[in-house]
């Protein structure tokens, strides 16, 4: 039998797109149509690939012969986001309310507005008032002449001057210094256009001193962000994690970020791997390593010969020991040991010492994406559903058919999506069930078209970290908060292009990270800065805060804070 052809009229191309398998009544027919059109879409995936070496094949060549290679249109393009992001489908349809905003409005004065006395008509009475709330805001200089007294004492041959307030040092005040720092890590402006608008508003600043002031001397923020990154980690059992390429002097490097809905905290390394993400997690402390069951049983989980692994338990066991002191016993005592056999038993030797640590709290879960640097570290992982979709998203089927199946299984996989939302709200063992089934059925079950079959199994083998949210609803289905702070940091870099100094690449981390908490924590950002600058103490610390806020969900946050 004949595969159903809906159009007579079309190029053979065309006559392929209007193939339908579902439509063919022999089995054997419809099978061998099945097969054929996967084949065509898995030859079709291979020349995109083909096509996508060759051309970097050509811009190398043109690059060693001194010209220019073809323009490298970046992956993050604005269509490139819009084409793969799973908003629309995620996202539940809301009715639109528009709430009062006069409520959070501060009144700074009120001014009586009268009605001409001489336009009302003799029978006129006062009824009272309507209020109308109008924002404005005032910039003007406040320059201050500052006239210190001074005095000399003869006998003692010194001379006493009257300090300036604090906040005053260095020519300007604290407004300017908060303005200026909030508008350039709060307001992504360049230091470029902070001067055009400081000049506009008469006020006389050098490039050099607003450079230093916005890298320089920033101990008391450091020390800071430094304690939000402790009690932040305290707050809660679990914590988002990811991980955005920066740029230090030239050279490539990796800005983690780690956060939860209290506070969230940026720092730069010179490596994306295991062992950062494990440093990361014990924030102020250099690693250390031990060999103890729990290195033996992850040097099992990295697959390490049983020979190495034997070698290894020759060596001091349950001894705590430097990075320099474990890499001089490796050396010698294994020298024969891979590079990457090292670094698994590097990686497992610290990962144990993590978890026998008490300096600092041990993180359960980490939520995160799929990358392998995330792995083994804590004893749980909650991967991202939005991640996961993105995959599928991806796909791009070459058949109407095939077009069809993805269409409805993105569909089906974000009403799964959403139920999972459901239960995380009103959690119970009788609905985790049914929501256990349902998994296996949407990822197990085949559709006809092969590409999305393979990427279902690779799902499948993920569902123990896919459903952390039906052990442990409090854990946020998405990894959402951090890919969006690691996105803010990528747009800090695509506007200043990147840091030349590790000084200010730590002004970056420190401010960003403050930026970020003090608007999770709904305090002002500017405000925090002059009160800091100023030494006013009104706004408390934000660890306190954390610590304070923490507490009131002994069990640990919910992702529903956020």
């Known amino acids: ?60 060549n043109n690059r060693l012969k001194g010209e220019q290679g073809k323009p490298d249109i970046k992956a993050n393009s604005k269509g490139f986001k819009s084409q793969h992001s799973s908003e629309k489908e995620r996202k539940t349809p809301k009715k639109h309310s528009k709430g009062s905003k006069n409520a959070t409005i501060k009144i700074d004065r009120e001014e009586i507005l009268e009605y001409p006395k001489d336009q009302l008509p003799a029978d006129a009475e006062f009824k009272g008032y309507e209020q109308v709330i109008i924002q404005d805001i005032s910039l003007a200089t406040d320059n201050i002449l500052f006239r210190k007294q001074k005095y000399y004492s003869p006998s003692l041959r010194k001379t006493y001057v009257a300090e300036l307030p604090l906040g005053y040092e260095g020519e300007f005040g604290p407004g300017i210094k908060a303005l200026i720092i909030s508008l350039y890590y709060g307001g992504n402006m360049t230091q470029g256009k902070l001067l055009d608008f400081l000049a506009d508003l008469g006020i006389s600043i050098s490039a050099g001193y607003l450079s230093n002031l916005l890298i320089k001397n920033h101990s008391g923020f450091e020390t800071e962000k430094q304690e939000v990154y402790d009690s ?64 033996f049983s992850l040097i099992q989980d990295f697959k390490i010969p049983i020979k190495w692994q034997n070698a290894l338990k020759l060596l001091p066991q349950e001894t705590v020991l430097s990075e320099s002191q474990f890499n001089h016993l490796l050396n010698k005592y294994v020298p024969k040991l891979g590079a990457q056999q090292l670094t698994r038993i590097r990686e497992a030797a610290a990962i144990a010492f993590y978890h026998q ?73 009788e609905a985790a069930q049914p929501l256990k089934a349902k998994f296996r059925l949407l990822f197990e079950t085949p559709s006809g078209y092969e590409l999305l079959d393979e990427r279902k199994q690779l799902t499948a083998t993920k569902v123990s970290e896919l459903l952390r949210v039906l052990e442990h609803p409090e854990l946020p289905l998405h990894n959402n908060p951090a890919e969006l702070a690691a996105r803010t940091m990528v747009q800090r870099r695509n506007i200043s292009y990147a840091t030349q100094t590790i000084e200010g690449t730590q002004a970056w981390d420190t401010f960003m990270s403050l930026v970020a908490t003090t608007r999770q924590l709904r305090i002002s950002f500017f405000d925090y800065v002059r009160d800091r600058i100023s030494h006013l103490g009104i706004i408390p610390s934000l660890s306190t805060i954390i610590r304070e806020k923490s507490s009131l969900h002994p069990l640990g946050l919910s992702w529903q804070l956020e």
């Open 1 to 60: 039998m004949t595969p159903k052809i809906i159009s007579q009229d079309k190029s053979s191309s065309d006559l392929l797109q209007t193939i339908d398998p579902p439509g063919i009544a022999d089995e054997s027919m419809r099978h061998k149509v099945e097969l054929l059109l996967n084949l065509i879409e898995q030859l079709q995936l291979k020349v995109k690939d083909l096509e996508s070496e060759n051309q970097r094949l050509k811009d190398e």
């Open 232 to 295: 932040g980690l305290a707050s809660s059992p679990w914590q988002h994690f990811d991980q955005t390429g920066a740029r230090v002097g030239g050279v490539n490097h990796t800005t983690n970020i780690i956060c939860n809905p209290l506070y969230t905290v940026y720092f730069t390394t010179a490596n994306k791997d295991r062992l950062t993400v494990i440093k990361g997690l014990q924030p102020g402390r250099e690693l250390k390593f031990i060999l103890n069951p729990l290195t």
């Open 357 to 429: 640590q008490t300096d600092c709290p041990v993180v359960q879960t980490l939520c995160c994406d799929d990358a392998p640097q995330f792995k083994l570290i804590t004893a749980e992982r909650a991967l991202c559903w939005v991640h996961e979709g993105r995959h599928y998203k991806k796909l791009s089927p070459l058949f109407h058919c095939h077009q069809v199946i993805l269409g409805k299984f993105i569909e089906d996989f974000w009403d799964y999506y959403r139920e999972l939302l459901a239960y995380s709200y009103a959690p119970s063992p």
